[in-house]
C-alpha cells in the first residue's frame, strides 16, 4: 500500500508541491601574529584567543539545495515544468535574487551552488538527497520539505508524524556522517489551507485542482460543509506537526536554523502564485521566499 502511495506521488510530482537563521559569534579582531598567545603588541596581559569559527556563518560561500517541487522552480515559466533558474534556493534570474545569487553573487553560483531537489519528492527521499548535496562539502545547505507529505490522496494517507520524524532524523544524521561542518537552513512548510483560501475564489484555479492537486486539501475546493472544513484541519495540523519535528530536529543541532515558522505564517497572494496551477510559487513567490530565507540566514540571531 505504501509503494502504491509513492508511486502514484510521483506521477504526480509535477503537480504535487507547494508554495507555497543559531548563533553568531561577533567579528574577532584577527590575532598578531608576532605574539605567540593572541596579544597586541604591548598588550599587559597575553590570554589565548578564542575560537575565530562562529557556530553559525552569516556569510557561506557556498551552498546546496535539497528538498520539493517549490525548490526546483516547478510551474513558475511554463506549464508542468520544473524551472530551476527561479528557484528562491539556486536560481539565477535576477528578478528572484535566490539566496545563492545574494550570498555568492552571479560569478559564484555556477561553480559553488548545487541543486538536488526533485519534484514529487517527499521526506522518504531527503537522505539521499543530503548525501549528493553533503557530496559537495558546502557550508550550507537549505533544506525545504513537507508538503508532499501532506499533499496526498486522502487525509488518511499523509505521511504519519513518526515516519516523518524517523526520516528527518536519518537526513540530518547522513548530512552529519558526509560533511559535519555544513550548516543547515530548514524551511517551514507552507500553510496550504491559507493557500486553499487564497486561490479557491479562482473559477481556473478551482477546474485545475480537479486534476488532483493536493486532493487532501484542495479536493472539493468549494465545499465548506463541516466535513470538508474537519478533513482540511487536519491536513493544516499535520503540517503544524511537520515543522515541529523539524524545529526540535533541527534545535539538537548547533549548525542548524530553522526559520521560526516563516514560510508557514507568509500570506501569499495571488501574484506569488503559479498562473498555471494557482497552488505553486511564481516567480514573484520564489523572490519572496528567497527574502525570508536571506533574512534569516544573515540574521544575527535565530527566528524565535
Not at 539565477?92 to 519528492?121: F, K
Request: proline share 6%; hydrophobic share 40%.
Amino acid at each position: 500500500m505504501r509503494q502504491r502511495e509513492r508511486t502514484h506521488r510521483r506521477r504526480g510530482a509535477g503537480m504535487i508541491a507547494v508554495v507555497l537563521a543559531g548563533l553568531c559569534a561577533a567579528s574577532l579582531t584577527a590575532c598578531d601574529s608576532s605574539s605567540p598567545n593572541g596579544a597586541r603588541p604591548g598588550s599587559a596581559t597575553s590570554r589565548p584567543s578564542p575560537s575565530t569559527t562562529p557556530l553559525w556563518d552569516r556569510t557561506p560561500h557556498s551552498l546546496a539545495a535539497v528538498g520539493d517541487s517549490i525548490t526546483r522552480g516547478f510551474d513558475a515559466c511554463a506549464v508542468l515544468t520544473d524551472c530551476p533558474e527561479v528557484s528562491w534556493a539556486t536560481g539565477t534570474d535576477a528578478a528572484v535574487n535566490s539566496l545563492a545569487l545574494r550570498l555568492l553573487g552571479p560569478s559564484g553560483i555556477a561553480s559553488r551552488s548545487w541543486n538536488h531537489a526533485r519534484s514529487g519528492a517527499d521526506v522518504a527521499d531527503l537522505p539521499a538527497q543530503m548525501a549528493a548535496a553533503a557530496a559537495h562539502e558546502p557550508d550550507l545547505v537549505t533544506v525545504m520539505v513537507g508538503a508532499n507529505d501532506a499533499c496526498a490522496d486522502t487525509a488518511e494517507r499523509m505521511t504519519p508524524v513518526d515516519a516523518f520524524r524517523t526520516s528527518f532524523e536519518a537526513s540530518m544524521a547522513r548530512l552529519r556522517k558526509d560533511a559535519p561542518k555544513a550548516q543547515v537552513y530548514v524551511s517551514s512548510v507552507p500553510d496550504l489551507k491559507r493557500l486553499w483560501s487564497t486561490g479557491r475564489a479562482d473559477p481556473l484555479g478551482r477546474q485545475i485542482w480537479r486534476l488532483g492537486i493536493c486532493s487532501s486539501m484542495l479536493g472539493e475546493a468549494e465545499d465548506t460543509s463541516p466535513a470538508a472544513e474537519q478533513r482540511r484541519d487536519a491536513v493544516r495540523q499535520r503540517i503544524v506537526a511537520y515543522n515541529t519535528v523539524m524545529k526540535d530536529v533541527c534545535a539538537e543541532d548547533e549548525r542548524c536554523r530553522y526559520d521560526g515558522g516563516a514560510v508557514f505564517d507568509f500570506r501569499f497572494s495571488g501574484e506569488q502564485l503559479s498562473r498555471w496551477d494557482w497552488f505553486h510559487p511564481s516567480r514573484d513567490g520564489q523572490g519572496r521566499l528567497a527574502e525570508i530565507a536571506y533574512r534569516n540566514i544573515t540574521a544575527a540571531e535565530p527566528p524565535a
